[in-house]
């Protein structure tokens, strides 16, 4: 068993003045690996404070410095991949599968910063003026446990690019993760204070951060609801924020579109991540004319997409988080049959053979229409819906009919149609023919996916504040 009684504050490896302790269990035995002892609110402060003080220096580096602090931290984490990857398996239950692409998605973090920063001007003309864009100032970063470190390398190498200062809380769930790549940040030898990482609950530390006065800005990722909460706290400030929230993707497969290979590539958007992805296509949208065949080929497809094991690499479902997010899972699946909505595949209770871990039989509805719960919250599970329409309009005013707008996808034939109806999706990204990812390519949410965006400039410019000088 691994114990972790450090936190990182100004450049070292300190003990937290907090002492409680939480338990981490593998998902996939549901045993003890290890226990975390978490900061408190005082931590926080501390953490703060040698970000505050840092910043004064770090917001003055040059564009040159910061390109090579962010090629040293590429460099440190790629050193270590393999244990990230096998960690974030262990302790989180991703797939080796997923968890391998997820630590590229990491690594492209970095060098898709350096890339963005070599390009950008942060002094513009306008009118007569100057415009200087200048860090903002000390930056309160908060994740959640379904991709941990690809959250910490993303926001982190958007601040350093910025010439921002953090305090980062990760998910307590997390620990054992967490406590890997701020070895590698460490390495890396930026200066004390950049960044600063306490392990610690959110309605302690987290709180601490979002209410703050020397935090300038929070950038979150998790759910609406505490997206929500950290709006609130941070609006008493007038701190700026960057949130990514839950999401509820539309999959629409046009007419035209050839199922044969468009199937395969909605079961893994939909059961990606174990299902646990803020943007898992989990509403697939189907010509009526083609539903029976969508259900012929998805009952064929499904075997090729196992659940297990995670450390397998042919596992592509693994378990849940925990015990409780089972628990949702679950009463989900129960709330779907309770609609009216239709079994396909899965169902409740485990997997036979997986009764140990926190197993969820992949499951697939039909005769589900748009209005049903299962259809319109988010279940972070693996869990799909198949939704029919009867031409290319209400399938966009489906696809539309969310309070969610983060991530969709487009199927057809004909790429230019894949494109007009994309065009039409109330989201922040929409994928067309494929799973595809640009990590220059700004991500975000409309309505309550989220406000801000992440990722090439549009995510630098976030947390940048322009500066005019007239005259």
């Known amino acids: 068993m691994k114990t972790i009684d450090k936190i ?39 953490a703060i404070a040698a970000a505050k003080e840092a910043f004064k220096t770090f917001s003055q580096t040059t564009k040159a410095e910061r390109i090579d602090y962010l090629k040293r931290l590429h460099e440190v984490v790629s050193r270590r991949k393999d244990e990230l990857i096998d960690v974030m398996v ?71 690019a910025a010439g921002c200062t953090v305090v980062i809380k990760p998910s307590e769930m997390s620990a054992l993760q967490t406590q ?93 991540n174990n299902g646990q992805a803020c943007v898992a296509g989990t509403r697939l949208l189907v010509p009526e004319s083609r539903l029976e065949e969508t259900k012929e080929l998805i009952q064929a497809m499904l075997p090729l997409f196992p659940v297990g094991n995670p450390k397998e690499e042919t596992t592509a479902v693994g378990p849940m988080v925990s015990k409780k997010q089972y628990e949702r899972v679950q009463n989900y699946i129960q709330l779907g049959i309770e609609e009216g909505a239709t079994l396909l595949a899965g169902g409740l209770g485990h997997p036979e053979g997986l009764e140990n871990g926190n197993f969820v039989k992949p499951t ?50 004909d790429n230019e149609r894949a494109r007009r109806v994309a065009s039409q999706i109330n989201a922040g990204r929409v994928l067309v023919n494929g799973l595809n990812h640009d990590p220059e390519a700004p991500f975000g949410g409309f309505k309550q996916s989220g406000i801000g965006r992440e990722f090439g400039v549009y995510g630098l410019e976030a947390y940048l504040e322009p500066k005019a000088l007239i005259g």
Not at 370 to 397: C, H, W
């Open 8 to 46: 990182y504050i100004n450049g070292e490896f300190v003990k937290p003045k907090g002492n409680q302790v939480f338990d981490l269990i593998n998902p996939t035995t549901n045993q003890l690996i290890g226990q975390v002892t978490l900061g408190n609110k005082q931590d926080a402060q501390d």
């Open 180 to 272: 890997i790549m701020t070895e590698c940040l460490h390495e890396a030898g930026l200066p004390a204070g950049v960044f600063n990482i306490v392990n610690g609950l959110g309605d302690v530390v987290g709180a601490e951060i979002s209410s703050h006065p020397d935090i300038a800005k929070i950038s979150f990722t998790g759910s609406s609801n505490v997206g929500k909460i950290i709006a609130r706290e941070a609006s008493a400030t007038l701190k700026r924020y960057t949130l990514e929230l839950g999401g509820k993707s539309p999959n629409i497969l046009l007419e035209d579109a050839d199922f044969t290979k468009a199937i395969p590539t909605a079961i893994a958007a939909a059961f990606m």
């Open 364 to 413: 697939v509805f039909y005769n589900v229409n748009n209005k049903m719960r299962i259809a319109q919250e988010e279940i972070f599970g693996p869990v799909l819906s198949i939704i029919t329409y009867k031409d290319e309009a209400e399938a966009v005013d489906i696809a539309n009919d969310t309070i969610y707008g983060l991530q969709a996808y487009v199927s057809s034939a």
């Open 90 to 160: 262990e302790e989180y239950g991703g797939t080796y599968q997923f968890s391998k692409m997820s630590m590229e998605f990491t690594l492209s973090s970095f060098t898709s910063a350096i890339a963005t920063l070599e390009k950008f001007d942060f002094t513009k003309k306008m009118g007569f003026s100057e415009v200087q864009l200048v860090p903002l100032g000390v930056v309160g970063i908060i994740i959640p446990w379904n991709a941990s470190n690809g959250f910490i390398a993303g926001k982190l190498a958007t601040a350093v």
